[in-house]
């Protein structure tokens, strides 16, 4: 690597991440190049910034509100700090509220599926063919979410479900 200057090959590899990625950033205004010329060149605070850019999308922040993260840490220095950290902080806000509601859902939907698994456990020791289930789903036994993942199974996504029938709750 050039002290001054980074390759988009040296950039990417740097902050792992790839260079479709990156041309999709530039694209966006949320990098560019110190240079121009011929191969596109970045300096030294590239590197923090794509990284930066690729950790907030691995939280599953969406590129605009990354835009507006990096636009409002971007402001001049003369510009007044108050309002800047105010807008900031206030984005940061809504950032965390929305990771926060990720981790809900994502929690809630562990606890299905570990229900899910339990239940399919009990179905290992059945010796009842898979059209029974229609039985233990309308009977209680069998939890909705194993009662779609066995419908899935067996009737594939546009399948007509026998399961499905009994409105499993």
């Known amino acids: 690597m050039d002290a001054q200057y980074v390759s988009s090959t ?8 790839t260079r479709k990625a990156l041309r999709y950033y530039r694209m966006r205004g949320l990098i560019e190049p110190a240079l121009a010329t011929g191969n596109r060149r970045y300096d030294a605070s590239a590197i923090g ?12 922040i969406a590129v605009d509100d990354i835009a507006a993260l990096l636009s409002a840490r971007g402001k001049a220095p003369a510009d007044p700090a108050a309002p800047i950290a105010s807008g900031l902080a206030d984005q940061i806000s809504t950032v965390i509220v929305s990771i926060g509601e990720r981790i809900g859902a994502l929690q809630r939907l562990r606890e299905r599926l570990v229900v899910a698994r339990e239940t399919l456990m009990d179905c290992r020791q059945c010796s009842q063919s898979l059209g029974a289930c229609t039985e233990c789903a309308a009977s209680g036994k069998l939890d909705r979410t194993a009662a779609l993942l066995l419908d899935r199974e067996v009737n594939g996504k546009n399948g007509h479900s026998k399961i499905d029938a009994f409105q499993v709750d």
């Open 10 to 17: 040296e950039l990417t590899a740097a902050a792992s991440c």
């Open 49 to 60: 910034r794509l990284r930066l850019i690729v950790a907030l999308r691995d939280a599953g």
